[in-house]
């Protein structure tokens, strides 16, 4: 039954302008499929506000309509690309070198893939330690380059006549580092940009860049970027949303849907290894420690909140949980994750399962920047500010209220999400409890 819808959501009128942070492998082949998918030359393929279906109300009523038909969502049609990068190649030369598109899909959309041409970035050589470019903004404080953001973002949607405006982080995983005293307050942030206190990281300057020119802010890697206090402060101080943090795309993703299987079925686990063989510039990035270090922290928290070790000491107090990520260049974008889990059942009795799993990197990011985009567009335009919890299904370590753990496990996620659009229009949230069938 549907009642009032408790937001109300302004109209997906005029252009969405999308902002890119890193305009590698996974931006390319992201804003190529859009293209490509424009114009008839493939499908949105893993995108749930394209793809997917929402269940209204009971079984018997078969109301599946379409996400996208359901709640208004911005077209592909009115989406107007930009970014930045350290590197001064197009959009199209990026997407040549990442090689993970082929040739002939990317001779469709070469015009406006050569259209494309990154701003000057904002870098540090120490929170990126492998990777280097020419095409940086080299003057002035932090503050200085923070403001150089800002009048970037608004040249953009000037040039561009944009109405709407998100950003998404695509760029590469930085140094681990943990909050500091520069990151407690707005005030402190602010001052700390002015002195170019070290302890802010690029990624940290856009996030700001991004809530102070009011576009949303989405993190797709596993930086320290807008998850400290000052900017969660200042995103629900300018009623802005934000998401974070790194997508979840391969080998976590398996993670997401196995271990609550193991979980359900209350089947142990002594041991789960993993590792990955890649050879994109985000295999190059992780071979530094520091970067790693990021990396492993996100995927290392996935199995211990799914599994609560705490609640079931006998099945998972004593797991092994060891995470391996080697850079491999004859492998590019096509990466392999391998894992071995070693789980035990009746009277302890020991299993293993293999996964070995050729995935492709950026064709898995890909649609999740695209529902990003969009979902986070949704959420400005209905009046919902700072973190959006409902979108923990597209990340690897979900961002939530201070003290609140993560919610992990992908189904449960994947409800979530619909039912805060269920909710957003008014419609009876979904709990499968399927007594109302047999009264």
Known sequence: ??????????????????????????????????????????????????????????????????????????????????????????????ALNAKVLEQSLLDVVKEPLSALKPMKAVFEQEYVKRINGPNVKTEGSKMDKAQALIDDIKNFQKTNNVDRTVMVWCGSTEVFHRPAAVHQTLASFEEGLAKSDPEIAPSQIYAYASLMA??????????????????????????????????????????????????????????????NILGNRDGEVLEDPGSFKSKEETKLSVLEHILQPDLYPELYRDLYHAVRINYYPPRGDAKEGWDNIDIFGWLGYPMQIKIDFLCRDSILAAPIVLDLVIFMDLAQRAGMKGIQEWLSFYFKAPMTAPGLYPEHDLFIQLMKLKNTLRWMRGEDLITHLGLEYYD
């Open 1 to 94: 039954m549907s009642v009032e819808p408790p937001v109300k959501i302004a109209p997906a009128e005029g252009k969405l302008g999308v902002l890119m942070p890193g305009m590698g492998a996974v931006a390319t082949t992201f804003v190529a499929g859009v293209e490509a998918v424009k114009r008839g030359a493939g499908l949105p393929i893993g995108s749930l506000t394209q793809m997917a279906t929402i269940r209204l109300g009971k079984r018997t009523e078969g109301r599946s309509p379409y996400v996208k038909d359901f709640v208004p969502l911005a077209k592909l049609d009115d989406m107007v690309f930009g970014g930045w990068d350290i590197y001064e190649d197009t959009a199209y030369e990026a």
């Open 214 to 275: 009011g576009v949303p802010f989405a993190n797709g890697a596993p930086n320290l970027t807008h998850d400290i206090p000052a900017l969660l402060d200042l995103s629900r101080d300018r009623s802005l949303p934000i998401c974070g943090k790194d997508f979840k795309t391969g080998q976590t993703f398996m993670k997401t849907l196995l271990a609550p299987a193991f979980k359900a079925r209350m089947l142990g686990i002594r041991g789960w290894f993993s590792t």
